[in-house]
Structure formats: C-alpha cells, structure tokens
C-alpha cells in the first residue's frame, strides 16, 4: 500500500500524557508512599528515585489494566497490565488499518488513475492475467503491393506516406466472405496500407487465403481462436484473441512506424478516413454513427481539444469510445511495452487506451474536429447457414447447381443434402416443376 495513503502509527515512550496518564502516575505514588518504608525495611534496599516515581520491581505488576502500559514504561519496566494494554491497542489498529487499505486506499488510487499520475509501463496485462503471449498461425501473407494504380496516380507516388496496419477480426459465417468482399474494395483505394485479417477459427481456411490474396492488397492471414475457456461466457469477448493477435504480430515484426487501426468487417468506411488518421501523432479519434441508442459515439470537442466524450453506455469507462473510433500511432505504442486488450466485454477499446498510457490532452480531433462521421457501425443480420434439398444426382455438370453449391459451401452460405432443408423450388414461367423436369 502507498505511503501516502496510510502512516503507521507508532507507539513512544515519550510521547506526552493525557489526563488518564495523570491518574495513573497519581496512583502510582500513592501505592509508591504506602510501599516505600515496608520494601526499605523488609529489603534493606534503597530504592531509585526517576522524576516524580521511584523505582520498585514488584509495584509494576500491581497497577491497574486501564494505565499500566503507559505507567509501567514510565515506571521502569512493561509489566503484565502494560502487556494487555499494548494487545488491547493492537484489536483497535487492527481494523482501523483494513479499513483504510480497503476503503480509503483504492478511492485514492482511483482518483490517481483519473488523473493519469498512474505509471502506464506498468501496463495492464498482468491485471487481466492475460498479457499478450499468443502463439501466432500465420495462413499466409504478401508484402507485395500488386496494384499498379490507386485512383489516379501509380503506385509510386505514394511511396512517401505512412503505412496503415488495418486489422480486421472475424469469424465463420454466412456473411463472412461477402463482408470481407466489400471491405476489400474498399481498401483496394487506400494506397500504402497492410490488411492484417485474423480468423476466429482452429486452422486456416484456404478458400478465404485465395480471396484475399486475389485483391493484390498486401496482407497477412492469421487463425486466431478465441480460447476455450471464453466461448462460453455471456457476452463473449469477441474478437480479442484475433486483436491480440494482430498486436502480437506488429510486436514480433518491431514496427514502429505508422499507424494501427482496428476496422471490423461489416463497418462502411469513407475514403477520407484513411487521409485523416495517416498521420496520427499519438492517438487520433472521430464519431462512429450507428453506436446503441444515441446512433452515435465519439468525443466532445470545444476549441480543437477532446474535452469529454458522448456516448450512451458510460459504464465507468475512462475512454467511452467505439473501436473503430480511434487510431494509434505505431511510434507512440512502441514506448508502452505492455500494451494489452484484456478479455473483459465492452472494455477492450477502454482498457487498451489505458494500457498505452493515455492522456485526454493527447488525443488529435479528426473529421473536422469531430463534426463528421466517417465510418458508420453498419452490422448485417447473421442467419445460420441454409441447408437446400437437392439430390446429389443432379448435381453433376450437366447444370451449374453442382458447381454453384460446392462453392457456396466452402463460403459458408449453404449446402445442400438430399435429406435435410427445404426442397429447392425450381421454376419456369411462374410455375415450378420437378427437379427431374429440367436436370434429368
């Protein structure tokens, strides 16, 4: 515990008497009068005058348990009543010190925290008990920037810019490739930029890899499964581990120029974006659209400083903000070798600002001192993966139905079965008509 928040209190012999020590030390003497001629005539041993109190080794353990640790010091020796006034005094601190540490204490530190006087090298991972140690599968990955043109100008002439380290969590599912499809040609017109795409999956999904690889964009695929031990939890921490992952791998590579930002799958993105958080100095944030019941979150600003931040789920965070709302500077990270994002639902964005060291004069408006939404939390509703009744002997090539599902299969879209979904209608002219009629 803190100095500062908590003195020992020490108990001296020299300390000055209260009235209740007066009537001990009264006491004292007059056992100390009575006492005297009989100890000096049964001993013949004069006794040792000390101040106002001579000394007797036997009148120590006579004196009252109210007064006997003060008196008995200040008589010579700590005798029994001196030995059950210190127990007595010890029962009282002891609380009184659990009180402080347990109440006081953490308010104090709390306070510090908000200020920021809290040392942020000391990060944040051990706290959690999840520091960054993730054992990185790598599926593949492209250095190579295979786009001869990006809009008007080639390649070339943005040789000179900052690369953005666009990461992109997620998952298996009916949407995924068609989200990561629309998010690719989006990027395909942002120069200088490296897509780290991490999969909440075991192993790698070699149809994904030829997707990505296929837009020339330089990437880096990665599976990165949620551990075990959080698929269960309500919420899940979705997206950490492939998170953690793509910060694992910016550590591993020691990169510390440019700029990190985390874009989900199914947000929209304005081009402009890219042109504004470029060249983050430290952390750069805007409003994200779309964000629970206020459609909007980001940061309050009044003559070009981040004074507060609106958004409708507070919660105690320090940093109430949407993880697309925010980019990092890979030269300011790189002076925080601790930086995590813990596996605590709704607190990754809050405690990964924190773990950076974070302070709210720190923080670069983008979006027209945040007067622009240039990225909106559009999110696709998820349906499971349909299942179609065809028989596998119409799925041959004398139709594109055999091909057409095979594909959608290896998507994760749909299937089909001979056993299992809805019968595939078939039709022509309005009216539908046998799989027989126009397969066989």
């Not at 786009?147 to 002439?157: C, F, Q, T, V």
């Not at 930029?193 to 909440?200: G, P, Q």
Request: aromatic share 10%; proline share 6%.
């Amino acid at each position: 515990m803190p100095s500062a928040h908590y003195q020992p209190l020490e108990l001296r012999a020299d300390h000055d008497h209260n009235d209740d020590d007066d009537d001990v030390v009264d006491l004292i003497e007059r056992l100390d009068a009575e006492q005297h001629e009989r100890w000096t005539s049964e001993t013949g041993v004069q006794s040792q005058s000390n101040g106002r109190i001579r000394y007797h080794p036997q009148l120590a353990d006579e004196l009252p348990s109210m007064g006997g640790g003060m008196a008995a010091s200040r008589y010579g020796r700590a005798g029994n009543s001196g030995f059950r006034r210190f127990v007595y005094i010890m029962l009282i601190l002891l609380p009184v010190c659990f009180l402080i540490y347990f109440v006081i204490s953490p308010q104090s530190q709390d306070s510090e925290d908000a200020d920021g006087d809290v040392d942020p090298h000391n990060g944040i991972g051990s706290m959690m008990g999840h520091a960054l140690n993730e054992s990185l599968h790598i599926c593949s990955e492209s250095h190579e920037d295979r786009r001869l043109y990006i809009g008007d100008k080639p390649r070339s002439a943005y040789a000179q810019l900052p690369v953005i380290y666009f990461v992109t969590p997620t998952y298996p599912r009916r949407e995924q490739i068609p989200e990561l499809t629309r998010l690719a040609y989006t990027l395909l017109h942002v120069p200088r930029l490296h897509w780290l795409v991490a999969n909440d999956r075991e192993g790698c999904d070699t149809f994904l890899d030829a997707q990505i690889n296929g837009f020339g964009i330089p990437y880096t695929h990665m599976a990165s499964p949620m551990p075990s031990e959080f698929r269960k939890a309500k919420p899940a921490p979705r997206g950490v581990a492939n998170r953690r992952a793509a910060l694992q791998w910016l550590h591993q590579h020691n990169l510390t120029n440019g700029v990190l930002y985390f874009g989900d799958d199914d947000n929209t993105y304005d081009l402009r974006l890219f042109s504004e958080i470029r060249h983050t100095q430290r952390v750069s944030m805007f409003p994200v659209g779309l964000i629970a019941e206020y459609a909007i979150s980001g940061p309050v600003v009044r003559e070009g400083k981040v004074v507060a931040f609106l958004d409708s789920w507070v919660a105690g965070r320090r940093w109430p903000v949407d993880m697309a709302g925010f980019a990092v500077s890979l030269s300011y990270m790189a002076q925080y070798p601790n930086v995590n994002m813990p596996y605590k639902p709704g607190y990754e964005e809050d405690l990964f600002l924190r773990s950076i060291g974070l302070h709210i004069d720190q923080i670069e408006p983008r979006g027209n001192n945040c007067t622009e939404i240039l990225v909106w939390h559009t999110q696709t509703k998820n349906k499971k993966s349909a299942v179609v009744r065809l028989e596998n002997r119409y799925m041959d090539e004398r139709s594109n139905l055999g091909a057409l599902f095979r594909l959608l299969e290896r998507m994760g879209v749909a299937r089909a079965s001979e056993s299992e979904g809805l019968v595939a209608t078939i039709s022509k002219n309005g009216k539908s008509k046998s799989h027989a009629y126009f397969l066989s």
